[in-house]
T-cell receptor, first 109, second 116 residues
């Protein structure tokens, strides 16, 4: 399987805390993307980081990429109850997408 | 602007029955994808269509067929449903034009399929 792994599988935090989730992937990449999935819904794109970038910010999101370790991390700062969702990393070599197994985040109000 | 629309939202089949899952996008995207999502497995690519008139196998194509009917529509067919195909099926689309690659996918809300 080309699927990546995400760690942790589940994470529960208090509102206002930061949440960090990690992704490891298997192939060489041009870019890596993070998606969010709310319960019962499709995935929504959050942020993309290219292979020549080490860090990228978008609002409360911070993504890092270490291509030598084939890993990425997503940090959500000052979490809110509305951030409760599953988060997936994805790579797309040769126009095929490979998603990680996901981190389920619960933010407790 | 509806984005990606999947029909039906729910379906229950008996083993051996056939059915077609429909997907349509109104964003003029050239690439479309079908995935299945199983607990603990994330999303796995079944088939994709890089452009109108082409289709290619993904990671788990066995037991499925697809048709890229036109630029907007991409259907997934189960010819003889099996209990192992019980899953949530997602359709996605994206443009592959523009510089730098990595255009994001846009997803429908899924079809929940149970096979008894």
């Amino acid at each position: 399987s080309q699927q990546g792994e995400e760690d942790p599988q589940a994470l529960s935090i208090q509102e206002g805390e930061n949440a960090t989730m990690n992704c490891s992937y298997k192939t060489s990449i041009n870019n890596l993307q993070w998606y969010r999935q709310n319960s019962g819904r499709g995935l929504v794109h959050l942020i993309l980081i290219r292979s020549n970038e080490r860090e990228k910010h978008s609002g409360r999101l911070r993504v890092t990429l270490d291509t030598s370790k084939k890993s990425s991390s997503l940090l959500i700062t000052a979490s809110r109850a509305a951030d409760t969702a599953s988060y997936f990393c994805a790579t797309d070599p040769l126009n095929q997408f490979y998603f990680g197994t996901g981190t389920s985040l619960t933010v407790i109000p | 602007n509806a984005g990606v629309t999947q029909t039906p939202k729910f379906q229950v089949l008996k083993t051996g029955q056939s059915m077609t899952l429909q997907c349509a996008q109104d964003m003029n995207h050239n690439s479309m994808y079908w995935y299945r999502q199983d607990p603990g497995m994330g999303l796995r690519l079944i088939y994709y269509s890089a452009s109108e008139g082409t289709t290619d196998k993904g990671e788990v194509p066995n037991g499925y067929n697809v048709s890229r009917l036109n630029k907007r529509e991409f259907s997934l067919r189960l010819e003889s449903a099996a209990p192992s195909q019980t899953s949530v099926y997602f359709c996605a689309s994206r443009t592959t034009t523009g510089t730098g690659g990595g255009q994001p996918q846009h997803f429908g809300d899924g079809t929940r399929l149970s096979i008894l």
